[in-house]
């Protein structure tokens, strides 16, 4: 594959193509055997050192051979495990932890430890490890960031690195990166400013990156930005990690940013992914808009949310039996993720031939003020555009009597905000009344599971941000709640943006993922009270939405790389990071015996 374009950008594009563009990923990532015709992964480490890095180390797996080759014989104990075994001795270790955080931390010093191992164990049962390595105990995790702390995952970047940030990059060891999850810590899911805790969220999803979307995680790159925090808690605390000052704000900020984001496609050239995330909302809003048509970037909190929660709407719109152009949608909060949701159900409302105008009707907001209605003081633009012409209504419950939605969306992190008078109005005023309780972690959820679905009867249909266990009514029906988990969304569009060289990542990337999803429900996980397929089949429903993205991208001339491959499903699965084991026993083979004779004098 050759990229499509010139100069400088041509240059640093086939460099890169070099350095490991192809499916077949360099040296390490080559799965290889000792059988006649195939070679061993180039290595230059050996002894201590293969034991000390975690794309190397596979422990106790490493056979005699390898040990004698390598050096590392009598380092390790006199044992020969297979990964399978390996996978069982972590799990026996998990179990035994007595809290989630502590099972967080296992799990990422085998990360430090042995990466191939970590990946495996995480596939194994991802339904069982993404409510660790993510939300929610992620969120736990950032809160005691500075005490989990053990070796660097990603590159903290400070507000007094301004200038620098070029040379910051080379720090980084790995030169062919694909992928950046980046963010300032402003606004940890609903858990605030945390500072430079919150390395621990671009660490998880890269980690979902690899484990949910198959993206090489030597790929993969996670961000700090710290310009400081306004957390007062975190600012006196001795043991804090991060800057302790105030956040810097305006001119500097910004010209941190827009140093960061060109030193990044200098480095890695402009087909780099970077992915913001947990960005305060007035931020995270208008660099969407900067950046958006310059760089190859997207804001997980807007675009992924909003595309994980309208795959959940249509695959809702199927135990309805009517159209998104017939529902009315009611949202607790007003930021990031509920503009996200609001502006791609507009879009696929006009693709089912409303008018923008009569859609926005059907889109009422509520935010710490009340309804957004027109006439409103101090809106800003976001919320101008979905201003109802209407009388002010200051609490939720009297939007929800007033407006009789067909669903409601939580978005805002109000726990509890779901009471039992508007659920059972809910339930009132539909047949299947749509409940979305999406905000993160659990502890922030407008309502649970079990909740839902006792006050509607067992007619609600429900989504939530963070997993909830099965329900089982009194009447003997038993619900699977359905988890609206932007896992569902970014590995999957990453790995389809990298795997074909997309250089924006458009609403309609977020809206084809949206209707790959909900396509992926079964009739039967609809029975059940799932709207997303379940988590176990992840992997595949990833895979699916790269295929359709990069078919996509070449239907509408968006891909950098071609000839454009007539099997879009076998390219994309050559760029799938495997977790099992490479080999490292270096190819030895012998000349015939005459074409070895030594010659004497």
Request: proline letters at 5%.
């Amino acid at each position: 594959m050759v990229p499509v374009c010139g100069g400088v950008c041509a240059r640093r594009l086939l460099r890169l193509l070099g350095a490991g563009r192809g499916p077949l990923l360099p040296g390490l990532t080559r799965a290889c055997s000792s059988q006649a015709g195939s070679t061993a992964p180039a290595i230059k480490k050996r002894g201590y050192d293969i034991t000390r890095n975690p794309h190397l180390n596979k422990g106790m797996a490493f056979t005699l051979e390898e040990r004698l080759q390598l050096g590392i014989h009598g380092l390790l104990p006199p044992c020969f495990l297979s990964q399978d075994v390996q996978v069982l001795r972590v799990m026996k270790n998990f179990e035994k932890q007595s809290n989630d955080l502590d099972k967080y931390i296992i799990l990422m010093t085998l990360q430090d430890r042995n990466e191939k191992l970590f990946y495996r164990v995480l596939t194994s049962d991802i339904e069982k490890f993404m409510p660790i390595v993510y939300t929610p105990t992620v969120g736990l995790a950032c809160q005691h960031y500075g005490l989990a702390f053990r070796r660097p995952r990603g590159l903290f970047i400070t507000i007094h690195d301004k200038g620098h940030i070029a040379t910051m990059l080379n720090s980084w060891p790995e030169e062919n990166v694909k992928a950046i999850v980046v963010t300032d810590g402003e606004r940890i899911l609903g858990l605030g400013d945390l500072g430079s805790y919150g390395m621990g969220i671009p660490v998880g999803k890269l980690a979902l990156y690899t484990a949910c979307g198959g993206v090489d995680p030597q790929q993969c790159l996670p961000v700090l930005l710290d310009v400081g925090t306004d957390n007062e808690a975190l600012l006196n605390d001795p043991l804090y990690i991060g800057l302790k000052h105030k956040r810097v704000r305006g001119k500097q900020y910004d010209e941190l940013i827009d140093e960061f984001m060109q030193a990044v496609t200098n480095k890695y050239g402009m087909n780099c992914l970077i992915q913001f995330e947990d960005f305060a909302n007035a931020n995270a809003f208008r660099l969407l808009n900067k950046y958006r048509n310059r760089y190859c970037t997207f804001n997980d909190d807007i675009q992924g949310t909003a595309s994980v929660a309208v795959a959940g709407i249509f695959a809702a719109l199927r135990i309805t039996k009517n159209k998104l152009s017939d529902q009315k949608f009611v949202f607790l909060g007003a930021g990031e993720a509920a503009m996200g949701i609001a502006h791609l159900i507009l879009m696929a409302m006009e693709k089912e031939g409303v008018s923008q105008e009569d859609a926005i009707k059907k889109i009422w907001m509520v935010d710490s003020k009340g309804l957004i209605v027109k006439g409103r003081s101090h809106l800003n633009h976001e919320k101008e555009m979905f201003a109802q012409d209407h009388p002010s209504v200051d609490t939720l419950e009297e939007v929800v009597q007033k407006v009789k939605p067909t669903a409601v969306i939580g978005v805002a992190a109000v726990a509890g905000a779901f009471t039992e008078q508007l659920l059972q109005d809910m339930a009132a005023f539909n047949e299947r009344p749509i409940v979305f309780a999406l905000s993160n972690p659990t502890s922030k959820a407008e309502c649970t599971a079990e909740q839902c679905y006792r006050l509607t009867q067992g007619r609600g249909i429900f989504a939530s941000g963070s997993p909830f266990p099965k329900v089982t009514l009194p009447n003997g029906q038993t619900f699977f709640p359905g988890q609206g988990n932007n896992a569902y969304v970014f590995p999957g569009v990453a790995l389809g943006v990298i795997a074909c060289g997309v250089r924006h990542v458009s609403d309609e990337i977020f809206l084809l993922t949206a209707e790959t999803i909900a396509a992926q429900v079964t009739e039967q996980n609809l029975a059940e009270g799932r709207l997303y397929p379940p988590l176990a089949s992840i992997r595949e429903v990833s895979l699916k939405i790269a295929v359709k993205i990069v078919d996509w991208a070449y239907k509408q001339g968006l891909a950098s790389w071609y000839p454009e491959p007539a099997d879009k499903e076998t390219f994309v699965k050559q760029f799938v990071y495997s977790s099992e084991y490479n080999s490292f026993v270096f190819d030895n083979y012998k000349w015939p015996p005459t074409a070895m004779h030594t010659q004497n004098i």
